[in-house]
């Protein structure tokens, strides 16, 4: 198990994380997270894409819909969990107060049913 903490940036590259916990500061662009596994993150970005990842948890400020393709029992949430200087991060990062972290389009699931994919944190 591990913890990464981070400021605002650019991108957001992860591949093979597993057991992992995050929390990102605002990214100017997009996350992607590839074959990861029973982790949690609490990401602020532009544009999330997940693929191939099982059993993890995210809490999104994101400014599109998040899209996940071959993804299995993922919860979703609003981020509530902030550092001491993400109010000034945010603001430099220009990502605007539109926030779709409920908006998930799973490109396995075309039905107008909701995806078994993921689910939304209560």
Do not use: M
Not at 56 to 84: M, N, W
């Amino acid at each position: 198990s591990s913890g990464i903490n981070a400021e605002y940036g650019g991108t957001l590259h992860c591949t093979n994380c597993t057991n992992c916990t995050f929390s990102i500061g605002p990214i100017t662009g997009s996350i992607f997270l590839e074959n990861c596994s029973n982790s949690t993150y609490h990401v602020t970005c532009q544009q999330a894409r997940i693929h191939a990842t099982q059993n993890a948890t995210f809490y999104f400020h994101v400014s599109s819909r998040p899209i996940i393709e071959d993804c299995k029992g993922l919860r979703v949430g609003r981020r509530e969990q902030f550092y001491g200087d993400y109010e000034k991060d945010f603001s430099e990062a220009g990502l605007g107060e539109t926030n779709k972290w409920s908006d998930v389009d799973d490109f396995n699931w075309l039905s107008k049913d909701h995806s078994p994919n993921w689910q939304l944190i209560d």
